[in-house]
């Protein structure tokens, strides 16, 4: 089965934001996406706010379940206290918890599974019991042990951090072997019961080789390359060339 697409709007937001006006919205954003066939939407309210607004979120909620009721809002941030009272104001369908220091630019690592079991365990548990579906950051290093311990939370899927897959887009011989590590991981995960989405520097040309690796890869989360691609091919048809990159016909 192709990968389902969800569209993070952060960049999106991170650009209306560097004025006191509302465009680019990001509803309207959102809204085009669905409309191309996305199946969902992504966002990561940090605690500064410095794209996604919590005041997004209620707007956000409201598109999908009021003309889009087929497509799932996945919500992405560490979980704080106020990370998970959003969260369960918001009732997204997937929550994905990410390691992330409030002052990075960027989710760049996954979670030290052994270090924060405990912890993790109990946030699962707390987002499962409100309906949400959980998955967890995690670096596509072939450790096969960390992901068994990943499904030991009670997450329900992993997401693969395909950073390092992105920074290769010059370096085809180190593209391969970090490919390699990620469809080991995947295979850890699918064999102990977790589904796996992956997410970070995806593009339309480094897509289907990851596809080709790991073809059950359930979901991809794509922000940055996206909205750069949108620049020159608009919104709408930028989904679309990704669709068609994760190997969906239509």
């Given at each position: 089965m192709p990968a389902k697409l969800s569209v993070n709007l952060n960049a999106?937001?991170?650009?209306?934001?560097?004025?006191?006006?509302?465009?680019?919205?990001?509803?309207?954003?959102?809204?085009?996406?669905l409309e191309a066939g996305a199946s969902g939407l992504t966002v990561h309210p940090r605690p500064d706010q410095r794209h996604i607004r919590f005041s997004d979120l209620p707007v956000l909620r409201a598109l999908i379940d009021d003309d889009f009721p087929r497509a799932e809002f996945n919500i992405e941030g560490y979980p704080t206290e106020d990370f998970l009272v959003l969260c369960e104001k918001t009732e997204p369908e997937q929550v994905t918890l990410v390691p992330d220091d409030p002052s990075q630019a960027t989710s760049d690592h996954g979670w030290d599974f052994r270090k924060h079991k405990a912890f993790l365990t109990e946030t699962v548990a707390r987002l499962k019991s409100k309906g949400m579906r959980v998955?967890?950051?995690?670096?596509?290093?072939?450790?096969?042990?960390?992901?068994?311990?990943?499904?030991?939370?009670?997450?329900?899927?992993?997401?693969?951090?395909?950073?390092?897959?992105?920074?290769?887009?010059?370096?085809?011989?180190?593209?391969?072997?970090?490919?390699?590590?990620?469809?080991?991981?995947?295979?850890a995960a699918l064999a102990c019961g977790?589904?796996?989405?992956?997410?970070?520097?995806?593009?339309?040309?480094?897509?289907?080789?990851?596809?080709?690796r790991i073809p059950m890869l359930a979901e991809v989360s794509i922000g940055h390359g996206l909205t750069a691609d949108a620049l020159e091919y608009g919104m709408a048809e930028t989904v679309r060339r990704f669709r068609r990159a994760c190997g969906q016909t239509f």
């Open positions: 999106i937001a991170m650009l209306r934001n560097r004025r006191d006006l509302p465009w680019p919205d990001v509803a309207r954003f959102g809204r085009l996406a998955s967890l950051f995690a670096d596509g290093d072939g450790d096969a042990e960390a992901v068994a311990v990943a499904r030991e939370t009670g997450a329900d899927r992993i997401e693969l951090y395909t950073g390092p897959y992105g920074g290769c887009f010059d370096n085809p011989e180190k593209a391969t072997q970090e490919i390699d590590l990620l469809g080991r991981t995947a295979d977790l589904a796996v989405n992956g997410g970070h520097d995806l593009t339309v040309a480094n897509l289907p080789a990851l596809m080709k």
